[in-house]
């Protein structure tokens, strides 16, 4: 029989068990959260260096990359002597490594504000480029000289001293280049020598800064795209890296932007850092310099990237709603008709499933950009070519966040840079339709580094959890003792009055015996 004492000793022990148990459940994971809390915020330690946050966000030692495929022209003479459709044979992928260094940081308002640069490097890696890719390799591409000249020779009376110029000259509408030139190195578009040249047009270049030498990411290696000012975290955890301001501009950019208020809109997140504790019922938004817009991130699902739980977000669908972004201000009013289809380009505005990329670069002609192979655009876009894939197995754009810290810990950006092409202004092009022309598209990964996804599992989750695991193991044996001890203690009285009663039922008969 259980003693009465080790009924007790089980209840004490119950009661413990029980005092263990809650403050692991409710009060440790939120003491864990607030240490966690004192080291995430960007600044400097008691010693006057940066804290391994800032380190880590200064020089990033993710594994990042980028790879261009390119869309190389095969038939460019039938394109607008016979009005064929343009025929492109795919190549690639050439590969370049990427780096990124914050520099020129400042910390501002007390330490709760930091501004900076950040500076982008490329380095070109034959090994994980296609076996026959080179820098040098030559692609026909879209001559986005003639493409500009098109746009400022709108005047009749200069757009017909240029026709007869591309007519006596035999110009065409496309140029021959390396890869190499095409994105980083630049080149010199014999077109601009020999239109800027003449006594007349020599001023209207210069007016319209037509620059010697053009590529897409031309003098884009090794420089940022722009200064930002975000909030460091110090002061207000959930604050951590929200965006104030960017090139000088404050909470807004300035009317030579876009065409609407919104669209001019500076906030949320500079998307380097994220703040913590996301909400998946909330979208993201994130401020990109490079393309001088926000960009929202719906979320998508709940996911585990290398053994860190993530939270998937990918592109908002409705920024491919021409009709959400006209009323927004995204839409140029000026916007050459491509699509005779309202379906495909509504009035006023690109077609639908782009993004105007040309407001970022000034006097740019009409540059868009588009998921790879036009997918989640109208197909009549990737009927106008022979060529371009319908496989858009790996097409897709998203971010994966651990939810917990707001840490980036794997992305996949995926964009075709095309060129708006307007073939109505110059005879010598007038046969074929006004075209949205691929150029080339663009991999984009970020993949966290090792330590930080050890940190990670070690991190505010791993702690957390084990504080929960101990407190349901407490609290689900401080039951168990519990009703161990209970039931013991109830057996014993019960036991106790039993023999009680028996004890007096002997006495009384023993009793009656002697009478």
Partial sequence: MISLNTSRIAVVIGVLLISTGVPLLYFVPNYIDNVFAKMDYLGKDENGTFNEMTRSWQKPVYDMSIQFYFYSVQNPEDIYKKKAKPILKEVGPYYFNEKQEKRNIKFLENNTKVQYENHRFYFFNKTLSCKSCSLSDRVLIPSVVFQKIAQFSDRFFLRNIIDIFLKTENISPFINVTVGEALFEGYKDPLLHLICSQ????????????????????????????????????????????????????????????????????????????????????????????????????????????????????????????????????????????????????????????????????????????????????????????????????????????????????????????????????????????????????????????????????????????????????????????????????????????????????ENERTENED
């Fill in 199 to 506: 006594p007349l047009m020599s001023q209207i270049c210069d007016i319209f800064k037509i620059y010697e030498k053009v590529g897409f990411f031309y003098n884009k290696n090794g420089t940022s795209d722009g200064v930002y000012v975000v909030d460091t975290g110090v002061a207000d955890r959930s604050k951590l890296s929200n965006i104030y301001g960017w090139n000088g501009m404050f909470g807004k950019l300035n009317d030579t932007y876009w065409y609407g208020e919104e669209a001019r809109s500076i906030h949320d997140t500079d998307g380097q850092l994220h703040p913590p504790k996301l909400d998946s019922s909330k979208p993201i938004v994130i401020f990109a310099g490079q393309a001088c817009r926000s960009i929202t991130f719906d979320f998508l699902e709940k996911s585990n990237y290398r053994g860190v739980s993530s939270y998937v977000y990918s592109p908002m669908k409705s920024m491919l709603n021409m009709e959400e972004e006209q009323r927004k201000g995204f839409c140029d009013p000026k916007t050459p008709r491509y699509f005779n289809s309202t379906d495909t380009q509504i009035e006023g505005c690109h077609p639908n499933g782009l993004m105007d990329a040309s407001v970022c670069i000034p006097n740019s002609p009409k540059v868009y950009i588009s998921p790879p192979h036009f997918t989640s655009c109208p197909v009549e876009m990737r009927n106008k070519f022979v060529g371009i894939s319908n496989d858009t197995n790996d097409d897709m754009t998203y971010i994966e966040l651990e939810p917990d810290t707001g840490v980036i810990i794997h992305v996949e950006s995926r964009s075709q840079i095309n060129l708006g092409m307007v073939n109505k202004i110059f005879q010598i092009t007038s046969k074929q339709d006004n075209l949205i022309f691929p150029i080339f598209y663009m991999k984009e990964s970020i993949i966290m580094d090792s330590k930080t996804r050890e940190q990670l599992m070690h991190g505010i989750s791993f702690y957390s959890s084990i504080a929960i695991i101990i407190g349901i193991g407490c609290l689900f044996a401080a039951c168990v003792v519990l009703t161990f001890g209970l039931w013991s203690y109830y057996k014993n009285k019960n036991s106790s009055e039993s023999n009680s009663e028996y004890s007096n039922l002997v």
